[in-house]
């Protein structure tokens, strides 16, 4: 009876030391997937992102600079530029059309989820003259988060990169 225990003990405990590392490996994996994976739920809603996009350019075509200016993150900042500057650089603007041109995307950080748009958009002068830009806006908000008031919880135009094309 002995032999039996003696040659039992060694393999289980392989077995439990196996299983846990496995255990350990699995938990670790886990981890790491929720980390990288994009946050799902009303936070990740592509619909308002868009709308947030689409209101932006309503408040530039109706003339409101102010309020196309604050739909950028630290009330306009964000932009790089002041207000003054941003309002004349649109003075010249009649019309803009904006198309999304690919999927929103989605990506949590430190407290905050970051939503990156593709766009297309179209702008005429009061010349006459229609130029053309692609590139992306990226837009901000807060997770859901303890404390975290209405505004935090806005999705805000954190940047943007658009380029002229023909």
């Given amino acids: 009876m002995k ?8 393999r289980l405990e392989r077995v439990a030391r196996g299983l846990a590392v496995l255990a350990l490996a699995l938990l670790l994996a886990g981890c790491q997937a929720r980390e990288r994976a994009p946050t799902p739920g009303p936070t990740a809603d592509s619909t308002a992102v868009r709308e947030v996009i689409r209101r ?3 408040a530039i075509d109706s003339r409101d600079f102010a309020s196309a200016y604050a739909v950028w993150s630290r009330d306009g900042e964000a932009s790089g530029q002041s207000y003054e500057s941003f309002a004349e650089g649109f003075a010249a ?9 690919g999927p929103v995307t989605f990506e949590g950080a ?28 990226e837009l901000r ?26």
């Fill in 3 to 10: 032999r039996r225990t003696t040659r039992r003990a060694p």
């Fill in 110 to 137: 430190a407290g905050s989820i970051f939503a990156t748009v593709p766009v297309r958009v179209r702008a005429t002068t009061t010349a006459g003259e229609d130029t053309r830009f692609e590139g992306v806006y």
């Fill in 93 to 101: 603007t009649t019309r803009t059309r904006v198309e999304f041109a």
């Fill in 56 to 58: 932006y350019y309503a």
């Fill in 141 to 166: 908000r807060v997770s859901d988060v303890p404390g975290a008031t209405p505004e935090q919880l806005q999705w805000h135009i954190h940047g943007a990169s658009l380029e002229a094309v023909k």
